[in-house]
């Protein structure tokens, strides 16, 4: 329990399924009031916000899309409407497909780039300008990928969108410390969410990808969790500008494990 996120109001984007789903519920469960923003109607977030009250826990959702300006603007506004202030934000949304570079159709580049990294900056910028006008020394959180680090072929443009979230985050924080408004990544590796299902389904596939995390298994979407709500947290608070890897250590060449290369 960190229980300096009591009553803390914070923000989730593509809260709805996976990673931020799962740090809806560790937030709520912290005592934190949870936004959760979803995107497609089908994925409308309702059983979640009554599984958070039902455990104790305070959610409401608002639907939109994290590319678009008056959208995210939309998130803070909501925030600040129904819970009076916005003291953590987590850019999660994010989105992946898989095509060979020299076909990468430029709608495909656009969309990866304007959900995973202008979303990103989008929501960045709204909670630092929130944080800024209401004296609020908050945290700011990316959900950006090991491919902010990794190369990956066929999956260019989410390699882009997630490595210009690295650098983002880093001038993001250096400018942000004076106020004392903290800028994070969290790196995931490979973890069990619909991003993953059809990959994962294909067991050829799922040993493809476990051979290449040194720990031998694929994370939970709430072994990401737990990164996030310590970086929300005081217990976090001399960590800035820093991405936390939480990717049982595929970001560590295994190619080399027992002594190989
Ligand atoms: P997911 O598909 O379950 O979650 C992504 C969510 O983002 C969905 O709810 C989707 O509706 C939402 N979304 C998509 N476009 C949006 C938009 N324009 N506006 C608002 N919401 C939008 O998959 P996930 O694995 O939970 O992904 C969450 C984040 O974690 C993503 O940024 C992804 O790149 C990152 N990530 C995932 C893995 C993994 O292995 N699962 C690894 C590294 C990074």
């Not at 899309?65 to 129904?82: I, L, M, N, P, Y």
């Not at 300008?129 to 072929?153: F, Q, T």
Request: some cysteine; proline content about 5%; overall charge negative.
């Amino acid at each position: 329990m960190y229980t300096d996120l009591t009553d803390k109001v914070v923000i989730i984007t593509g809260a709805a399924t996976g990673i931020g789903k799962a740090i809806a519920k560790r937030f709520a469960s912290e005592g934190s009031k949870v936004v959760i923003n979803y995107f497609k109607e089908e994925e409308n977030p309702e059983g979640l916000v009554k599984e958070i009250e039902e455990a104790g826990g305070t959610a409401s959702i608002i639907q939109g899309d994290v590319s678009k300006e008056e959208d995210v603007q939309g998130f803070v506004r909501f925030a600040h409407d129904t819970y009076g202030r916005l003291d953590i934000y987590v850019n999660n949304a994010g989105i992946e497909n898989e095509v060979p570079s020299e076909n990468l159709p430029i709608e495909d580049w656009q969309r990866v780039i304007n959900t995973n990294l202008t979303g990103t900056f989008l929501g960045c910028r709204e909670a630092a300008k929130y944080m800024l006008e209401h004296g609020i020394k908050g945290s700011i959180i990316n959900v950006s990928s090991v491919h902010e680090i990794i190369p990956w072929p066929h999956f260019a443009h989410y390699a882009a969108s997630k490595g210009g979230v690295k650098l983002l985050m880093e001038s993001l924080a250096l400018e942000f410390a004076p106020d004392g408004i903290r800028v994070n990544n969290i790196a995931p590796g490979a973890i069990d969410t619909p991003i993953n299902a059809e990959k994962f389904s294909d067991p050829e596939k799922k040993k493809g990808v476990e051979k290449l995390i040194p720990l031998g298994y694929i994370g939970e979407p709430e072994q990401v969790a737990s990164c996030a709500v310590f970086l929300a947290s005081d217990q976090a608070s001399y960590v800035t500008g820093t991405t936390l890897i939480a990717d049982g250590g595929m970001t560590k060449y295994p190619g080399f494990q027992a002594g190989k290369g």
